[in-house]
């Protein structure tokens, strides 16, 4: 698609600060809006589908409200042994998240969809990113939480803080998704919508 010579508005159907700050990254005026959406995975759904269908719902969620924009939808699982790792919410929860990924590597997966309300075009994808974990002592667990108390995050950590003393290597092609939105991969999705973000 031509990019547009007036820009489309541009949705991010989010409230998390983490994907706020990270899309001020490219640039573009961008205005943000909670999506109503039930989160919870369908009997025998795996992760990457789960994700993939989260982001499209979210996206489609907000449009419906918007039918002039093109919005952005993203959410985010990380997996160990092949079970979902949530958000701790709660000292006790992160404790027992962070002793488990201990030494292991955490898999995250993070589905993105950028929906055109105005033509209906959905593009999709599902990008991975490998965590691999130190060997960590109860001490430095208890340590890092009182300090940082990342417990609005998938993993108990935040790889853009102190969290990133967690790991032993990174592992993937785009570090943004690990903070819950892959810029690398938004780039051609917007660019396909017709707004670039290095302009025509």
Known sequence: MTPTSTPVPLILASTSPYRRALLDRLGLPFSTAAPDVDERPHPGESPADLVRRLAEAKARAVAENHPDALVIGSDQVACLDDAILGKPGDHTTAIAQLERASGRCVLFLTGLCVFD???GQVQTLVEPFRVHFRVLSRARIEGY???????????????????????ERLEGDDPAALIGLPLIRLTPLLEAAGLCPLGS
């Open 145 to 167: 939480l009182e300090r940082e108390r990342p417990y609005d995050c998938a993993g108990s950590f935040k790889s853009e803080g102190l969290g990133i003393a967690l790991f």
């Open 117 to 119: 309300a105005r033509s």
